[in-house]
């Protein structure tokens, strides 16, 4: 393990607001967070998530103290089933209304205002490095989050980063991510999202994919993640928009791929439409699992980074409302009002995209 001497949380006073911690602060101040000690990783943290998740306004659960894993190597979950939250984590007041948060998406699709990405030459995430044989994605306390889930998802609230190999085009999107050993994960991308057709792109090249995936972030990032921006955009210049401010970023030092400076844990590699395995099941929004039957891209990982006391960021599938749905169902609200005002229906008093069907149907 290599351990820059000079990366200390006092060399990094003034976190940007895309700092994970600096959200738990946040929501730790608003009432917003529960804390739990001794929960196990195989049964114990999936179904107390489930059971938070099951009515919008419950608290984000933070757990710590977990069976095998050091004091501080956290999971934090159930972070956006709340309109609360929801509404402090894009920076509106907590007493801002349903449709005043509608009236942020609305204005923010119009706008379409982006801020790039600021690379810098660190962050707190190089804290701790390990490269080759002391890659151990084990390390990280992933949950088994429903009781026949195929195995251990380190990447459920996380940012899958790849870049087009023709125009260089950098997209990342919320890919779930399957620990598989020490240093090889899956990712499962279904086919048309952007992520699948970089794939197939470097497949037709006959070459691999570099790949970064980050597991820690600020729950805007995932946002973003979680979105339908357009192909050819960047989720980073939209994040900079949502949060007002450029996401500062660091290079890769494997892949190149820029990666949240102060994320939490990130692990770089490669993968291959050529080279797959075992996937899943993975209890998904429908009720129903999702997966097991075939085989995903292996992500073989070269590298791997994390903070002093590392906290994964979980958005576990669930029927909803889960984290994924129920945010999205405001940015829907949005979307929908502003088309229908487009195609010219008049007097529209408000509209509401119900969870129930994941925001999408």
């Not at 085009?169 to 048309?192: D, P």
């Not at 949502?242 to 994320?263: C, D, H, M, R």
């Amino acid at each position: 393990m290599n351990r820059p001497a000079e990366l200390s949380a006092k060399n990094f006073t003034n976190a940007p607001k895309q700092d994970l911690r600096t959200w738990l602060d946040q929501m730790e101040a608003a009432g917003e967070i529960q804390h739990v000690k001794g929960a196990n990783r195989d049964e114990e943290i999936g179904a107390i998530v489930d059971f938070y998740q099951r009515q919008t306004g419950n608290r984000a659960v933070l757990f710590d103290d977990i069976p095998g894993y050091p004091r501080g190597h956290r999971v934090v979950a159930n972070i956006l089933t709340s309109l609360k939250r929801i509404k402090l984590t894009l920076g509106l007041a907590a007493d801002t209304t349903a449709m005043e948060l509608i009236g942020f998406w609305r204005r923010y699709m119009k706008e379409a205002k982006t801020i790039p990405p600021l690379e810098v030459p660190t962050g707190l995430l190089m804290q701790n490095v390990m490269r080759g044989a002391d890659v151990d994605l084990q390390k990280i306390p992933a949950p088994k989050w429903h009781e026949h889930d195929g195995g251990y998802y380190i990447g459920t609230g996380c940012m899958v980063i790849m870049r087009h190999p023709d125009t260089g085009w950098i997209n990342y999107g919320a890919y779930r991510i399957q620990v598989h050993g020490k240093n090889v994960a899956s990712v499962m991308c279904s086919k048309g999202k952007h992520g699948n057709i970089i794939l197939r792109r470097y497949q037709e090249l006959g070459q691999k994919c570099p790949i970064a995936v980050v597991v820690g972030m600020h729950p805007a990032l995932f946002m973003v993640a979680g979105l339908e921006i357009p192909y050819g955009k960047n989720e980073y210049d939209a994040a900079g928009g949502l949060l007002g401010e450029p996401v500062e970023v660091i290079k890769g030092p494997v892949t190149g791929l820029p990666i949240p400076a102060n994320a939490e844990i990130a692990f770089e590699g490669y993968c291959s439409l050529d080279d797959l395995i075992d996937e899943g099941p993975l209890g998904e929004w429908t009720g129903y699992y999702a997966g097991g039957h075939k085989k995903e891209p292996a992500i073989r990982v070269d590298s791997m980074y994390h903070r002093d006391d590392p906290v994964l960021l979980g958005a576990m599938p669930g029927i909803p409302p889960d984290d994924d749905s129920f945010y999205r169902c405001t940015f829907r609200s949005g979307a929908v009002w502003n088309q229908l005002e487009a195609a010219g229906v008049p007097e529209v008093k408000g509209v509401w995209s119900h969870e129930t069907g994941g925001s999408r149907l």
